[in-house]
Every structure is written in C-alpha cells, then in structure tokens.
C-alpha cells in the first residue's frame, strides 16, 4: 500500500461543495446552543478581572505587582511573550501553507488567524501597561518624527516592539478579513433574519463570485501571504532581542532569535491543537478537522520541540564552554538555585513529554494529543518566566540579590487575558464560520495536492 493510501484524508469522504456550506454555515446560522452561553458566561467574567485590576493600576500603578529593584519584569512581561508566541501559528498556518500550496491548512486556518488576533489582542494589555505611566505610553514609543534628538529611543527594542507587533496585528487582520469575504457572503445568502442580512452583507463587501471578485481575492491573498511569511521569523526574533541585546548573563546570547522563533511555533500549535480538539467535537466537525489534521500538527509540535530542546541544550554548552563565571553561575542558579524547581518542570513539560509524539499510537490518540498540548503551553509559559525571572534575580552583584513572588494581581491580570482571548473566541465561534466553507468546497471536488501525487508518483 502506498504512503498516499495510508494518510487520513483532508476531508472525510461523501461530501459535496453543497452539502459542505450546509454543514459549515449550521454552526453559526443555527439556534446557539446552551453550553456556548455557559463558555461565554465564564470566559466574560475572566475578564472582568482584567478590567478591576486595569482599575487599580491606573490608580496605584505597577506597585500592586510583585516586580522589585532586582526583578524589574515580572510575569507581565513574561505573559506577553507567552501570548505574542501562541499567535505564531495562525500565520504560519495561513501564509506559509498556502505558498508552499498545503490544503490540510483549510480545516484550522480560520480559527488559528482568529487565534493570533486575540493573542495580540491579549498581549497588548501587557505592554501598555507595565510602562506604569500609560497616558505616557504613547509619547514615549509611538514611532513619530524623533525632532527631540532622544526619544523615541529607535535603537530600543521596545520601539522595535512597537513596529513588529502593530505591523503583526495589521496583516494578521487584513489577512483574516479578507479570507472571510467569500464567506460572509454565503451567510449574507443564507441568512433568515434581516439583522444578519444586513451585517454580513456590510462585511462582505458586494461579493458575487464573479471572475474579477475571485481574480483579486486570490491576488490580494498572495500579497498578503507573502508579507505576512517574513512576520513569522521577524515578529519573535525582535521579541527575543529584548533580552538578547542586554548584557544580563542568560539573556545576552545569539542563539535566542531562532531559539524564540522554534519557541513561538510550538507554543503556537499546541494551542490551536488545544482549541480544536474540543471544537471539533462539540460541533461534530470531526469530518473536517480529521486525524490527518491533528497528526501533522503533533509532527510540527515533535519538530519545533526538538529545535527548543536544541536551544536549552547549547545554553548549558556555551555556558560551560565560554568559560565565562557569570554564564557558569546562572545556569547553576538557574537549574539548583530557588528557582530549580521550575526549571525541572520545564524540562518535563517542553523536552520530555513530546518525545510521546514519536509513537504513532500516540500521534492517533485525540485525548493524549490534547493532553501533551496543555503540558507544551503549560511548559511554554514557565520557560518565560525561567528565562526573564532567573536571569534577573541574581546578577553581577550579590547584595542586590533578591527574590520574585507574583501578588494576586499579577495572576489576576493574567486570568483577566484568558477572560479576554476566550471571551473573543466564543463570539468569533457564534457569529463567524470557524472552517473556510468555499475552501472546504474545493477540496470536496477533489483535493489537488492528492491527484498530483498519485499522477505522478
């Protein structure tokens, strides 16, 4: 049997493109169901804690965190790079898959660029407001002309933040947009109340489907694929400069670029493997979001763990190899000091429970698969706090030593932007299509990629 015959298919076989936008457009013009009004009820009151403790700051400022003269950034900062890495995978997804031509992208995109907005949506509250003096924010980073000769500072990599992440969010949700058009025109069609005539008529813009529409749908795609693709390795590698370009011991290192960018991959994919697991089972979407799906996934998530585990490796090696005692004693610290406990916790969560991925059973198993990937975002959050929190506390000079404990509001803050991201989700699920229907209607009449393999095998 060939390896062509073995792979799960992109779709379950039996469907037509009408019976496609029939199953698709149902999730979001049928009555809601009670489980989602419970979800939401939940994910909004998360976020009602982002906006008190957002109250509290405003008034008290970043004095209610657990940050202090050693520890300067604390898990705001380590919560933002958590939440710009988890929005890594929708681009990838969408722009990189669709150049190199990869239908089993059509079944996840949708909701993995849905995924990246809201993450940068829930990144954004950190950066705003660990500057303490928010009304200031704006003046001090905004990228306006430098007639002050000092600030903005454009050698920062804060600025560098603030053109990488705007840019980010920018083509993410023109991307996003765009790729909905065709769809917001079939629920405009399908639509039985004139509320939602009208709004997705509104959003669809005059689509019709004629040749010129899909001439420049599929170029304005192109386009935006392509600024898009660099995004991925540009976004997080000046993410990691933030620390790179210090000279604390365990952020100054060149290995931290690739390093963050492997990092937000797989930190990325195992959240949407996360949020599609379930979606696909409270829909009955199985038919769409199959094996084959969830299996690549776990192969990307098995690759970009193994570059991660590359990354902790060469910095024990170079931190042995430099010779340098400020390396040496970080990485000491870093593994037995106070602090060591979490650094265990890393390794297991991020090096050796995706080594299950390597065993097919497990590949196939929809419940081990969810499992690993909320111990990967689990392990992806503590290799943040590890990297920012351990490297900080104990620097060059030993009187100024001193340890880091998260307040309430800290957590808070955090609990708040998980409110905030699945609050967002919900909605996006009830009123948008979380599969591309007239993508899933191309593969229905066959998939390409297939018929070429199997011509010329």
């Known amino acids: 049997m060939s390896a062509n015959a073995e792979r799960p298919p992109v779709i379950a076989p039996g469907y037509t493109p009408a019976t496609v936008t029939d199953k ?29 403790t957002m109250a509290k700051l405003l008034v008290l ?16 900062i380590v919560n933002f790079v958590w939440w710009i890495g988890i929005g890594h995978a929708g681009t990838l997804i969408s722009a990189i898959l669709l150049l190199l031509r990869q239908t089993w992208r059509t079944s996840i995109n949708r909701f993995a660029e849905a995924m990246t907005l809201f993450a940068v949506a829930a990144a954004a509250q950190f950066v705003l407001f660990h500057t303490g003096r928010q009304w200031l924010a704006v003046y001090w980073l905004f990228p306006y002309p430098n007639t002050m ?3 903005p500072q454009f050698r920062s990599p804060l600025m560098w933040d603030v ?5 980010y969010a920018t083509i ?10 065709p769809d917001l025109a079939t629920l405009r069609d399908r639509s039985k109340h004139w509320f939602g005539k009208i709004t997705y008529g509104m959003l669809a813009m005059g689509w019709r489907g004629s040749a010129r529409h899909w001439h420049n749908y599929e170029t304005a795609s192109l386009l935006l694929a392509g600024l898009a693709t660099p995004l991925v390795v540009s976004v997080h590698t000046i993410v990691s400069f933030d620390f790179a370009v210090g000279i604390i011991p365990g952020w100054h290192a060149t290995i931290f670029p690739p390093y963050f960018v492997a990092g937000a991959i797989y930190s990325g994919f195992a959240m949407v493997m996360t949020l599609s697991i379930p979606l696909r089972k409270v829909f009955g979407l199985e038919d769409f979001i199959t094996m084959r799906h969830l299996q690549n996934m776990a192969k990307i998530m098995l690759a970009t763990g193994l570059i991660v585990a590359y990354g902790y490796g060469i910095e024990l090696f170079m931190a042995w190899y430099s010779g340098n005692t400020f390396e040496t004693f970080m990485m000491k610290n870093r593994i037995l000091g106070p602090y060591g406990w979490i650094w265990g916790l890393l390794i297991l969560c991020n090096v050796l429970t995706p080594q299950f991925l390597w065993l097919r059973k497990v590949r196939n198993s929809v419940l081990g698969l969810f499992f690993i990937s909320i111990i990967v975002n689990i392990g992806m959050w503590l290799e943040r706090f590890v990297i920012i929190v351990t490297s900080l506390h104990r620097d060059f000079l030993p009187s100024s ?26 909605l996006f699920i009830r009123f948008l299509p979380v599969i591309s229907i007239f993508e899933m209607r191309t593969i229905a009449t066959g998939d390409p990629a297939d018929v070429k393999s199997k011509a010329h095998p």
């Open 24 to 52: 698709i457009s149902a999730v979001v013009l049928n009555k809601t169901p009670k489980w989602w009004y419970v979800g939401f009820a939940i994910s909004f009151l998360a976020a009602q804690l982002l906006f008190i």
């Open 401 to 426: 030593w001193g340890m880091y404990t998260p307040t309430v509001w800290d957590w808070s803050f955090f609990v708040g932007t998980l409110g905030l991201f699945f609050s967002l989700m919900f």
């Open 61 to 76: 400022t970043v004095g209610i965190w657990g940050i202090n003269i050693p520890v300067a950034w604390g898990i705001d």
């Open 163 to 167: 053109f990488a992440v705007s840019t």
């Open 149 to 151: 000769g000092l600030w």
């Open 172 to 181: 993410s949700a023109l991307f996003w947009f765009v790729g909905l058009i």
